[in-house]
T-cell receptor
Framework: DQQVKQNSPSLSVQEGRISILNCDYTNSMFDYFLWYKKYPAEGPTFLISISSIKDKNEDGRFTVFLNKSAKHLSLHIVPSQPGDSAVYFCAASARGSQGNLIFGKGTKLSVKP | GAVVSQHPSRVICKSGTSVKIECRSLDFQATTMFWYRQFPKQSLMLMATSNEGSKATYEQGVEKDKFLINHASLTLSTLTVTSAHPEDSSFYIC???????????FGNGTRLTVT
């Protein structure tokens, strides 16, 4: 059973607009959430993270929102740029798990010029 | 910043042979490294946790005799796929963290194709 779900396999957005990528989780023990960006034939690159004690974390064009009661997090990219086109993975870990990350299946974002 | 180097990036081997993949932390010491595998259009699945100086911890369903992990130093972990079969063809990625609860840094992965 998937503990981290990204229900949208793909998303297409116009350059300059907002991209919103969603992620749901089922394990209430998760207390640390991350977003990774991945290009083909490369390893994932860390983008932004959020601890369960927060509900928002912002870094430049990237903002992650966490709704613990809904077990839902989202990544907002604004304004979107063509270079943002990649696969975005949501990941989560639970304290005491040695930091093992559980990944979603990813959402492929395409930003059109 | 922290860098994890993985080698080779791509390997093709014949069925029945063994393949070794190296994962190095270039500018930090990693007591723990993680090995993931990704099948097409699937998420990254944790295979095993590699601990320096001790035995690796394997996830359920991962054969430890088939996927040999050695973490001989604080900067190097190796994954050997023994007696490879076509179903082992996949994208293998290692990762490590600089300290404590910091984000994992990933290598660029190894695309293994077994013919």
């Amino acid at each position: 059973d998937q503990q981290v779900k990204q229900n949208s396999p793909s998303l297409s957005v116009q350059e300059g607009r907002i991209s919103i990528l969603n992620c749901d989780y089922t394990n209430s023990m998760f207390d640390y959430f991350l977003w990774y960006k991945k290009y083909p034939a490369e390893g994932p690159t860390f983008l932004i993270s959020i601890s369960s004690i927060k509900d928002k974390n912002e870094d430049g064009r990237f903002t992650v929102f966490l709704n613990k009661s809904a077990k839902h997090l989202s990544l907002h990219i604004v304004p979107s740029q063509p270079g943002d086109s990649a696969v975005y993975f949501c990941a989560a870990s639970a304290r005491g798990s040695q930091g093992n990350l559980i990944f979603g299946k990813g959402t492929k974002l395409s930003v059109k010029p | 910043g922290a860098v994890v180097s993985q080698h080779p990036s791509r390997v093709i081997c014949k069925s029945g042979t063994s393949v070794k993949i190296e994962c190095r932390s270039l500018d930090f010491q990693a007591t723990t490294m993680f090995w993931y595998r990704q099948f097409p259009k699937q998420s990254l699945m944790l295979m095993a946790t590699s601990n320096e100086g001790s035995k690796a911890t394997y996830e359920q369903g991962v054969e430890k005799d088939k996927f040999l992990i050695n973490h001989a130093s604080l900067t190097l972990s190796t994954l050997t796929v023994t007696s490879a079969h076509p179903e082992d063809s996949s994208f293998y990625i290692c990762s490590a963290r600089v300290r404590g609860y910091s984000p994992l840094h990933f290598g660029n992965g190894t695309r293994l194709t077994v013919t």
